[in-house]
């Protein structure tokens, strides 16, 4: 007799559909999302995609089930006679707003009219979901003292749209109730958030760390806790162009001392090249200097290691290998 699957087992099939799926290229900018992330070592990790956070097919499941509510949410707001646009569930999506070189966000939706407190005021719509307990504090404390980071964010949104007004709408998972909130544009905060933003982007050695103690709470949930204090390197999945040594962010893109004039698109970016070297704050060892042809000489284990095309490959390096490939074997 054939033995009934269990349950789990079939949950586990749904996950590992969502981990099959084709992953999104990371992000190109530094989010609004994250600008009010008190770490400004956790944002630069971000930005130069040292850190890659691979989420779980649950994670992935629970992020489509973000959009099924957010749609859930337009749609009710549209039949209260609010007038919304520039939504996930809209053709075209989201609209992308520039704040500042290199810093970008994309507010949940435009609303043109129709909300009771101000019938005929644009806001900037924000919508999140929450469990019982998160959406009773939201309720008590309001945006700005229960969550600071989405207070943040909306600042960001209001001052790069010009809106001045915000509608927040949160939903309750446990009970489908719905709270929604005002929130006021704060001209000195947004310019002060957004500035921070960009001068982290602009950064070319990486910022002091949040903390020295990994067991602070937001230290232990950081996915660069691995090598945040300077111990272990990055991972070889973190190789790209913004991990190299020979790329700097300027105003106007990235650039390579490799390719003068040629602003470097986000695909090109991932894709990276042979002659990269791993940028010296992204690894434990000492760096020593450079040879005639632009490669990083480290110093790993009381030996020195060419690391570029000339000699190990950062990917290899990181792997675990140093010394160079035989050029039959190279992967170029």
Known sequence: MTAVPKPEDTAALIDRWWEQQEEELPCPHLDASLLGHPCGRRLWLSFRWAVLERPSGRIRRLADRDRRETAFMVENLRRAGIEIHSTCPDDGGRRRVE??????GSPDGIIESGVPEAPKSRHVAEFSAHSLEAFTELKRKGVFDA????????????????????LCVALCRDNGELYTERV????VAAKDIIGRGAEIALKERIPPA???????TQCRQCPARPFC???RPIEPGCVSCRTCAHVTPGKDGWQCENIPLHAMTPEEQREGCPRHVLHPDLVPWPLMGSD??????????????????GGVLSRDLLKG???PRQEADLPF
């Open 229 to 231: 204090p300077g111990t």
């Open 292 to 309: 005639e042809d632009g490669n990083g000489i480290y110093e790993i284990d009381g030996v020195r290691v060419v690391n570029g095309k």
């Open 99 to 104: 704040l500042a070189p290199h810093v970008a």
């Open 210 to 216: 949040l903390s020295t103690d990994p067991s602070r």
């Open 184 to 187: 006021e544009y704060h001209p």
């Open 147 to 166: 969550q600071r980071r989405r207070w943040c964010q909306i600042q960001c949104w209001m001052h790069g749209t010009g809106i001045r007004r915000a």
């Open 321 to 323: 290998r140093r010394e």
